[in-house]
C-alpha cells in the first residue's frame, strides 16, 4: 500500500507508462497470475496495469521495485499488506499487486547468485512462533531422535501466549497471529 498521494497523482508525475487504465480489478489481477503484467496500481475507482516485456520473475520484480522506488522518494509511505481490500483505501492511497514468486524461481535465482529486491520474495505464514531460542546445536545434530526429544522438552517448558493478528512485539508489528515462548 502506498499512502501520501492520489494514484492520478502519481500517475502524471511518473516515468512508468501503464499498458491499460481504468481496468477491472479482476483482469488486472488475471494478468499478474499469467505474467502479462509485472504491476497493477490500483485505488477505488480505477487501475493501471503495467505489461511486462520479460519472461523472468526476478527482472518483473525489478520492474515492480522501480515503481516503488519512485513512491518512496517522493517521500510516500510504504506498508506491506496481504490484504487486496480497495474499500478501506483513503484518498490520498493506493495499491501496488505485483506477480507471484515461485519456490522453484528464488531457486534458480539463489543457485544463479541473484537477488529479487526487497520484500518480492516475503512469505506469509499463518502464525508465527517467537521466543524459542533453540541452541543451535540441536539444528546441526546427527542425532535426530535426541535433538527432537530435547526440543520437545524444551518446548514443553515454556508458557505460550497467543497473540492476534496485527499485534506488536517489541517493535515490529505482525501481520499473522504470534504464539510468544516465554
Given at each position: 500500500?502506498?499512502?501520501?498521494?492520489?494514484?492520478?497523482?502519481?500517475m502524471?508525475?511518473?516515468?512508468?507508462?501503464?499498458?491499460?487504465?481504468?481496468?477491472?480489478?479482476s483482469?488486472?489481477?488475471?494478468?499478474?497470475?499469467?505474467?502479462?503484467?509485472?504491476?497493477?496500481?490500483?485505488?477505488?475507482?480505477?487501475?493501471?496495469?503495467?505489461?511486462?516485456?520479460e519472461s523472468?520473475a526476478?527482472k518483473?520484480?525489478?520492474?515492480?521495485?522501480?515503481?516503488e522506488?519512485?513512491?518512496?522518494?517522493?517521500?510516500?509511505?510504504?506498508?506491506?499488506?496481504d490484504?487486496?481490500?480497495?474499500?478501506?483505501?483513503?484518498?490520498?492511497?493506493f495499491?501496488?499487486?505485483t506477480?507471484?514468486?515461485?519456490?522453484?524461481?528464488?531457486?534458480?535465482s539463489?543457485?544463479?547468485?541473484?537477488?529479487?529486491?526487497?520484500?518480492?520474495?516475503?512469505?506469509?505464514?499463518?502464525?508465527r512462533?517467537?521466543?524459542?531460542?533453540?541452541?543451535?546445536?540441536?539444528?546441526?545434530s546427527?542425532?535426530?531422535?535426541?535433538?527432537?526429544?530435547?526440543?520437545?522438552?524444551h518446548?514443553?517448558?515454556?508458557?505460550?501466549?497467543?497473540?492476534?493478528?496485527?499485534?506488536?512485539?517489541?517493535?515490529?508489528?505482525?501481520?499473522e497471529?504470534?504464539f510468544?515462548?516465554?
Amino acid at each position: 500500500m502506498i499512502t501520501g498521494e492520489n494514484l492520478n497523482d502519481f500517475m502524471k508525475r511518473t516515468e512508468q507508462k501503464p499498458s491499460h487504465s481504468s481496468s477491472p480489478t479482476s483482469d488486472a489481477d488475471q494478468g499478474l497470475l499469467s505474467r502479462l503484467s509485472y504491476a497493477t496500481l490500483c485505488d477505488q475507482r480505477e487501475c493501471f496495469t503495467f505489461s511486462s516485456n520479460e519472461s523472468t520473475a526476478l527482472k518483473a520484480c525489478q520492474d515492480s521495485f522501480q515503481i516503488e522506488e519512485i513512491a518512496r522518494n517522493r517521500q510516500l509511505k510504504i506498508a506491506y499488506t496481504d490484504n487486496d481490500d480497495l474499500k478501506n483505501l483513503s484518498k490520498n492511497s493506493f495499491l501496488m499487486s505485483t506477480i507471484r514468486v515461485e519456490k522453484s524461481e528464488v531457486i534458480e535465482s539463489c543457485v544463479n547468485h541473484t537477488l529479487f529486491p526487497p520484500k518480492s520474495t516475503r512469505h506469509l505464514i499463518p502464525s508465527r512462533p517467537l521466543g524459542l531460542a533453540v541452541p543451535i546445536d540441536w539444528l546441526k545434530s546427527k542425532n535426530y531422535a535426541e535433538a527432537e526429544s530435547a526440543f520437545v522438552k524444551h518446548i514443553r517448558s515454556k508458557r505460550i501466549r497467543r497473540l492476534p493478528e496485527g499485534s506488536k512485539v517489541g517493535s515490529r508489528r505482525y501481520l499473522e497471529e504470534v504464539f510468544l515462548f516465554e
